[in-house]
């Protein structure tokens, strides 16, 4: 019997990935909201990371050495708002990039497996991922703060 293909290997392995994360964070950086979070990254690393961190949930190999979402946003008060805006845009890239409908559902429930490590309730619920560093919190310019 043959094996069944991972979802890695159905979008055509990282090539696909590269695609999707150029498009993706071209949006994500231009965003007037969710592009704050990026101020002073290099784009191309954020792409690199990202390729790299889906590899394994999607079924290729586990090449990603760096910290895992939960470690990694830690400090970021991101909220299911956010989250929600950005898995948003994360399904126009899927759709700009020509991923079938099917995979890019399937393409984005793994990305949302990682939700839960990364929307905070609160500010509280920040932490420094070392002694003394700040949080990231970002305002949505377009609404109005009291």
């Known amino acids: ?3 069944e293909k991972t979802l ?3 979008l055509g392995g990282r090539p696909t990935l590269e695609r999707v994360h150029k498009i993706f964070y071209d949006k994500l950086f231009a965003h007037p909201w969710l592009g704050q979070f990026f101020i002073g990254k290099d784009q191309l ?3 690199n990371q990202q390729t790299d961190f889906m ?14 979402p939960v ?6 008060y991101i909220t299911d708002e956010m989250f929600t805006l950005r898995s948003q845009i994360l399904g126009e890239s899927l759709r700009e990039a020509g991923v079938p409908e099917e995979l890019a559902k399937r393409w984005l429930e793994t990305d949302n497996a ?15 991922r070392y002694h003394g560093e700040e949080f990231v919190i970002v ?8």
């Open 114 to 128: 990682f939700r839960g490590g990364i929307v905070k309730k609160s500010i509280a619920d920040c932490k420094g």
């Open 1 to 3: 019997m043959a094996e």
């Open 55 to 68: 590899t394994q949930p999607m079924g290729g190999k586990a090449i990603y050495s760096g910290k895992f």
């Open 71 to 76: 470690h990694a946003h830690a400090n970021m």
């Open 45 to 47: 690393r954020q792409e």
């Open 8 to 10: 890695f290997e159905l």
């Open 139 to 146: 305002r949505d310019p377009q609404k109005k703060v009291a």
